[in-house]
């Protein structure tokens, strides 16, 4: 069974331009969690999509959003990028958006912001 | 403010013994708690998690504790093998799930041979 696929897996943007993940979720999994991680504030929610939906989202500003398709795969885009949006940018899908919390995580995709 | 705190940035153990690693939160709406574990150039993966209503869960090697008086979770690792060298995370969740999980920063754990 196919893990979490996100791409590209490096990437390196300059100030002021916009960038788009995207995240194919293990095969089944209808939801879609993505996270930011950078060494100062670790591990931090940005927002998870369900069936099309967000169910919610973290305290990040607008510049960053999302979306999921019908075949539940995802895609977060930052615009307007900031020197402080360089970080790992990791997916993660369950099969619900349950309580459970159990989450299955992608390798990540590592943007740096010049 | 951080609602779980992992106030060891990095642990050296013996390979053999017994690693225990500690999480703080301070959210008592946190009624889920699950530890992942992370290589380098991997993503998190899920190792063991608890309820609230319970105040131990085993699985194997890995063990977690919950004292929710005091807000606090371990979680220990019997006996520590070189493979275990990794960070680790704790996650809370509360009450729903809409929240997303909230992440402590992480404890790197390095399994000494």
């Known amino acids: 069974k196919a893990g979490v696929t996100q791409t590209p897996r490096y990437l390196i943007k300059t100030r002021g331009q916009q960038v788009t993940l995207s995240c194919s979720p293990i095969?089944?999994?209808?939801?879609v969690s993505w996270y930011q991680q950078t060494p100062g504030q670790g591990l931090q929610f940005l927002f998870e999509y369900f069936s099309e939906t967000q169910r919610n989202k973290g305290n990040f500003p607008g510049r960053f959003s999302g979306r999921q398709f019908s075949n539940s795969r995802s895609e977060m885009n930052v615009s307007t990028l900031e020197l402080g949006d360089s970080a790992l940018y990791l997916c993660a899908s369950s099969w619900t958006s349950g309580r459970t919390g159990e989450l299955f995580f992608g390798e990540g995709s590592r943007l740096t912001v010049l | 403010d951080q609602q779980v705190k992992q106030n060891s940035p990095s642990l050296s153990v013996q390979e053999g013994r017994i690693s225990i690693l500690n999480c703080d939160y301070t959210n008592s709406m946190f009624d889920y708690f699950l530890w992942y574990k992370k290589y380098p150039a991997e993503g998190p993966t899920f190792l063991i998690s608890i309820s609230s209503i319970k105040d131990k869960n085993e699985d194997g090697r890995f063990t977690v504790f919950l004292n929710k008086s005091a807000k606090h979770l371990s979680l220990h690792i019997v006996p520590s093998q070189p493979g275990d060298s990794a960070v680790y995370f704790c996650?809370?969740?509360?009450?729903?799930?809409?929240?997303?999980?909230?992440f402590g920063k992480g404890t790197h754990l390095i399994i000494q041979p």
């Open positions: 095969s089944g999994h209808r939801s």
């Open positions: 996650a809370a969740r509360s009450g729903g799930g809409a929240d997303g999980l909230t």
